[in-house]
Structure formats: C-alpha cells, structure tokens
C-alpha cells in the first residue's frame, strides 16, 4: 500500500470515527430529548388530569341548580303552573315545550315535598300518571313506568263514568284522584337538574 493510501485510510478512520462520535452525540441528544418529552407530556397528563377533575366538579356543582322559577328537590327541577290551567294533554305538551315531563313522583319524600310546595294552593294538579291505555295499570306518561309508590285518597281512583283515566294531586286532601283527562287543571312540570 502507498503512502498517499495509507494517509487516505487513515483519514477516513478519522472521519468515520469523528462520524461516530457524533451519531453517539446526536443518539444521547435524542435520549434526553425523548426523555425530557416524556417528562413533559407526563406533566402534561397530569394538568390535563386535574382539569379534567375540577371541569367534573364544576359541572356537578352547575348541575345542581335549576333554571330560573323553578324549585330543586333531589335531582330534580319542578314547576308548578298555578295561573294555567289545560288538559291533560295539553299539560303534557306545555311541560314537554320546556324540555320536561308531567311530574312523576317515585316515593313519598317526593310527595311530601310536593305537597309543601303547593301547600297554599287548594286546586288540582294534573301529573304525568294515567291508565289510559289499560284500565287500573297506572303508569308514568314519560318512563311508562308502573307506579311504585301512590298517594290515593280514599275511594279513588274510582273512574267515574269510565272515563278518569288521568291522575291529579288534589289539595284539598293532599292526596291524589283519577279525573278526566279532558278537564282542565294546574299542572307540574319535572326536569333533571340543568337537564
């Protein structure tokens, strides 16, 4: 081998060893750059954790607020339309206008809370309860729902005539009666807290 081969090989031993040196730089850079991104998006993680967790609580805290008029108990929205006074059906219609349902209450906490609510009121309210569709099964007209919990007075319901087949809160009694669903009574509204 000549001397100006031996100088060229070992040149390139310089340069591949110098290109070494900086592929093992720039393999070390990318490490601790991959490391330091690593770090980061798992701070990342974390801050996006955390307001994941206060968005959570902020929304529970929003959603335990009724809209303006209506009354909260649980987590439920209620709103007794004391100055209108329509048909069954056209309660049902008025409260689903205003992204809710005729009442339908499911225990007697409910009932009671209902019946302070209205306490200053001796009319008749119409619910979302009715057998409409099968004599003496008395349903929710929104979950379709069989009653687990009812408030008759006594006698009722008695559909007289054959034809009460929609359920009212009477006041006078605080108790509840079957009715005709063409007569026109008060009426109460239920939504879901913020629903």
Known sequence: ???????K????????KGFQTEINELKRNVRDENKQLRSMLKGFQTEINELKRK????????LQFCRLGWIQYGTSCYLANSTKQKSWTSAKLECERYGSKLVEIENEAENNFLKNYLIQDKGRYW???????REGRWVWASSGNVF???NWADGEPNNV?????CMEIYMPKRAWADADCQKENKFICEHFSRS
Do not use: C, H, P, W
């Open 9 to 16: 090989k070992k040149e390139l031993k310089s340069m591949l």
């Open 55 to 62: 968005v959570s609580a902020t929304t529970d805290m929003v």
């Open 161 to 165: 005539r054959y034809i009460e087949d």
């Open 127 to 133: 619910t979302g309860g009715n057998d409409r569709f």
């Open 148 to 150: 687990r919990y009812s």
């Open 1 to 7: 081998m000549s001397a100006q081969q031996l100088l």
